[in-house]
C-alpha cells in the first residue's frame, strides 16, 4: 500500500512539474493548443508578427449575407495611438512577450495650377496672353513607437498589456510660383484670386505648421487566435505627451522703389504656436486589427 501511495504522489509530482514547464521555444505546456494538422496555435518564442486593418474583412463577410453584395477585401495597415494609419510589427522574445514597433510615415506633395491673364503694357483682346500661377502644398507627418508587450491567458483568447515611447513630426508648407513678376510698372501684378496680398507684398512662401510630439503611453488589449498564427486584436491607450508647435511664419516679396528691384520680408503669426504637457486616452473608434505571425 504505501509503495502504491509513494508511486501516486511521484507521479503526480512528475505531472506537476511538466505541466508548469515551458519547452525551448518559450510555450506553455499547460495548454495543448495545436491545429487538427498539428501546427501549434499560440505566439512563439523567435516569431514575427505583422499588424494589418481587419475592417475590410468584416465588410466582406457581412457583404456576402446582404443585398449589397461583397467586394473585394483589400490589405491596409492597423491603426497607430491616435487612431491614424500606420504600420506595426512584434518579435516575440518568448511566447508571451514581445517587443513591438509601429510607424506611420505620410509624405504628400502636390501642386494646383491656376491660369491668370498676362501682365502687359501692351494688352490686345483680340489675343489675350495667360500664363500660369502654381500654389505647391507639402505636408509631412512621421509616428514611431517602440515597447515591451506582455501577452497574458491559457487559451485562444490572450490579454495583452504593455508600454512604449512614441514620437511624432509634422509639417505642413505652402509655396507660390507666378507667371507674372513683380516689377516697377507692375506691384500687384495679376494673380489668381485666392492669393494673399497684404498691401503690396505677395505671399510666396507659408509654413502653415510644424510641430512635435514625445511621450510615454501604456495599452490595454486584447488578441482573440482564429486560427495558427492569425488573431483579430484591439487596445486601448493612455498617453503622457509633451507637444510643441511654431508660429505660423509667411514669406513675403514686394517691390522695393529704393534698391529698384524686388525684396522679401518674413512675418511671424502671434499666438498660432503651442508648447504643453497632455494625458489623452486613445482608440475609442473601436478599430480591429489582424495580427499575422510567422
Known amino acids: 500500500m504505501k509503495y502504491k501511495v509513494s508511486l501516486i504522489i511521484f507521479t503526480l509530482g512528475i505531472s506537476a512539474i511538466t505541466f508548469g514547464q515551458a519547452d525551448s521555444l518559450g510555450r506553455s505546456k499547460k495548454v495543448n493548443l495545436y491545429s487538427k494538422k498539428g501546427v501549434y496555435i499560440l505566439p512563439e518564442k523567435g516569431e514575427i508578427a505583422i499588424g494589418i486593418d481587419a475592417v475590410p474583412f468584416f465588410y466582406y463577410l457581412g457583404g456576402i449575407f446582404s443585398q449589397n453584395h461583397a467586394s473585394t477585401p483589400s490589405f491596409t495597415y492597423g491603426n497607430d495611438f491616435g487612431g ?23 509624405f504628400v506633395s502636390f501642386t494646383d495650377i491656376y ?12 489675343a ?16 514611431l513607437g517602440f515597447g515591451l508587450e506582455k501577452l497574458r491567458g491559457n487559451s ?12 511624432g513630426y509634422n509639417k505642413i508648407d505652402r509655396s507660390y510660383n507666378y507667371g507674372n513678376s513683380i516689377t516697377n510698372e507692375f506691384n500687384r501684378p495679376e494673380t489668381f484670386d485666392n492669393v494673399y496680398y497684404n498691401g503690396a507684398e505677395r505671399i510666396i512662401n507659408d509654413y502653415i505648421d510644424k510641430g512635435l510630439y514625445v511621450g510615454l503611453r501604456g495599452l490595454l488589449g486584447v488578441e482573440f487566435f ?19 508647435s511654431q508660429n505660423r511664419i509667411t514669406e513675403y516679396q514686394y517691390w522695393n522703389g529704393s534698391t529698384q528691384q524686388v ?3 518674413i512675418r511671424e503669426a502671434d499666438n498660432l504656436g503651442y508648447d504643453d504637457f ?5 482608440q475609442l473608434d473601436g478599430s480591429i486589427n489582424l495580427f499575422l505571425y510567422f
Open 278 to 282: 497632455g494625458l489623452s486616452i486613445d
Open 226 to 244: 482564429i486560427g495558427p498564427k492569425i488573431s483579430i486584436g484591439g487596445e486601448f491607450g493612455y498617453s503622457f505627451v509633451y507637444q510643441w
Open 156 to 167: 485562444r483568447v490572450q490579454g495583452k498589456y504593455g508600454a512604449e515611447i512614441i514620437f
Open 128 to 143: 489675350p496672353q495667360f500664363v500660369n500661377d502654381e500654389v505647391t502644398t507639402k505636408t509631412n507627418l512621421v509616428h
Open 115 to 126: 491660369v491668370v491673364p498676362q501682365s502687359t503694357l501692351t494688352y490686345d483682346p483680340l
Open 263 to 265: 525684396s522679401t520680408v
Open 84 to 106: 491614424a494609419t500606420g504600420i506595426y510589427a512584434k518579435y516575440m522574445l518568448q511566447a508571451d512577450l514581445a517587443i513591438r514597433a509601429n510607424f506611420r510615415g505620410d
